[in-house]
């Protein structure tokens, strides 16, 4: 009986090459997912403002112009000036630049306290994730509002206590569990007993085996606190106890002069909520897109991967269709 050929292996050339993670997980983000795509667009203009705010703004933060005060939107003032005449356009534009430093920060600061305490709680187990769990338990039950305004009272106000502040927060607030599910649901694969029987110490493990793989974790834990942080922010801002005058934060926009001129110059008021939620509603969409996209446990996937799932899937559901069609033919 003659041996069937063997398959030829494929040329080199012939090998489709996969695009970069990064771009794939965009190229994904376009077409599957239109509005974290509006959401990735507000970001980056967010981002591109605060950035270049010296640039763009037409006029200085605090400039003030007596006689342009109460001034409704027109050709000098394209949103309207403030009851001491300064420019509100330039002064969003400044507050960019704020919600981009306390977005950024204080996520930051966020996520590296969850990654330390939620991978030691989750690797070690035992005794010392039940002494962190119930501590972080216990943090929760208080209202973290109140306890920022507690805070807040005590060191006063400032961009730089509000952004540690709010990321010593979220850093004891939520994220630890998010972080410990995800360690203790890779720490029994076989490449991690494999570095334990080694003789690795347990930081290198977490470091280079567990931090890689969770990172999906932490991309979304990121991306859906630094709207929170930025509401965060401008809520204590409306209250008086978050960044001080004249420094433009769109909270304390709204409070203040905003509030008290509201019926008298509405824009005031209308300008900054606004540039609040189009931002908090952008990062939002952003964030829920990539929990969809990076998450293996939904249908989306994990980055290229979901890609090559979705295909089987489809394939599979075609191949359903035909044998159906094929038996109810017979």
């Not at 334990?196 to 969770?214: E, V, W």
């Not at 905003?258 to 939002?284: D, E, F, K």
């Not at 990539?290 to 890609?307: E, Q, T």
Request: aromatic share 8%; proline share 7%.
């Amino acid at each position: 009986m003659a041996e069937e050929p063997r398959a030829r292996p494929p040329a080199a050339e012939e090998v489709k090459k996969r695009p970069p993670l990064l771009l794939e997980l965009v190229t994904r983000l376009v077409k599957e997912k239109p509005l974290g795509t509006i959401g990735g667009v507000i970001v980056l203009v967010l981002f591109l403002t605060g950035v270049f705010a010296d640039v763009l703004a037409p006029f200085g933060y605090n400039e003030i112009m007596l006689g342009d005060r109460l001034d409704p939107p027109s050709g000098a003032h394209l949103l309207g000036a403030d009851n001491l005449g300064r420019d509100l356009l330039s002064r969003i534009i400044y507050g960019a630049r704020i919600s981009m430093y306390v977005g950024l920060g204080a996520t930051t600061i966020g996520i590296f306290f969850n990654l330390v305490i939620g991978t030691i709680s989750g690797y070690f187990g035992g005794k010392i994730d039940l002494t962190i769990q119930r501590f972080t338990d216990a943090f929760m039950c208080i209202p973290f509002l109140f306890i920022i305004l507690t805070i807040m009272s005590i060191v006063g106000p400032g961009l730089w206590q509000v952004i540690f502040i709010i990321g010593g927060i979220y850093g004891f607030h939520g994220g630890v569990r998010v972080i410990r599910s995800a360690v203790i649901g890779i720490k029994e694969n076989m490449y991690v007993e494999a570095a334990k029987a080694i003789g690795s110490p347990a930081p290198r493990i977490m470091i280079q085996h567990m931090l890689p793989n969770i990172m999906p974790v932490v991309i979304i834990t990121f991306t859906m606190r630094m709207g929170s942080a930025i509401l965060m922010e401008s809520m204590i801002s409306f209250l008086g106890f978050g960044i001080p005058p004249p420094i433009p934060s769109w909270g304390g926009m709204l409070s203040g002069s905003g509030r008290q001129y509201m019926l008298l110059a509405p824009w005031m008021a209308l300008w900054p909520g606004l540039a609040l939620a189009t931002v908090v509603y952008g990062v939002n969409m952003l964030g829920d897109a990539l929990r969809d996209l990076l998450d293996p446990r939904l249908r989306g996937g994990l980055g290229r991967f979901g890609g090559v799932g979705k295909q089987k899937s489809k394939k599979a559901a075609q191949a359903g269709v035909t044998s159906q069609e094929s038996s109810d033919s017979r």
